[in-house]
């Protein structure tokens, strides 16, 4: 059954191990933040340093892994229908739009929603790692200036993963403009048996 995160919200679930999680993008340039977690251990999450080391590449894709602070595989990407995705960002939070947007009031954002979801699995702000954003459009210069892109993602465009472990998952239909081209939509998400 496929299920909607509405725009600048999030969700929280668990996946048992051989299950396969697709995320979709219903409609064009959205972007989806996610972090997983060792269903029995919360300590062991994901990492992004150590997914850049072992996959040898800053552009994780189809046949890349999605590794833990234990050096342990907690996802393989079955596909990937769009072929751009960002391990280098953090989640957007209330002080990324003070600080970057320059946004005086409150504003929704990823990791709010990753921490206030993961909250049932006793899951606390401080343990919310870097996310691995899906679809995100993150360019660099030849001095190493970061960008943020529109996405590239089309309506339809989705990933599916493979559960290596029992896992938590944190999942977001992300909040920030830039990352988005200045719109908010929702994030579609399957769990497969």
Known sequence: MIQKIDKQSGAAFKLKKGQQLKVISPEAEQVSDMVL????????????????????SILIT???????????KLMEILEDTNGRNDFLLAPCSPETFEIMYDYKSY???CF???????????????DVPTAF??????QFDSKGKLSVDPPLNKAG???LF?????????????SAE??????FKPIYFEIID
Request: charged share 25%; net charge negative; hydrophobic share 35%.
């Open 112 to 126: 709010e929603n990753l921490y206030s979801n993961l909250e049932e699995f006793g899951i606390r702000p401080d």
């Open 133 to 138: 954003n899906i679809f995100m459009n993150v």
């Open 107 to 109: 504003h929704p954002s």
């Open 162 to 174: 493979e559960a290596k472990m029992d896992l938590i998952v944190g999942l977001t239909a992300c």
């Open 157 to 159: 465009d989705f990933l």
């Open 37 to 56: 977690f060792n269903a029995h251990d919360i300590r062991e999450k994901l990492s992004s340093g150590k997914t850049l080391d072992f996959e040898e």
């Open 62 to 72: 189809k046949g890349n892994f999605l590794w833990s602070n234990r050096s342990q």
């Open 178 to 183: 830039d990352s988005n081209n200045g719109s």
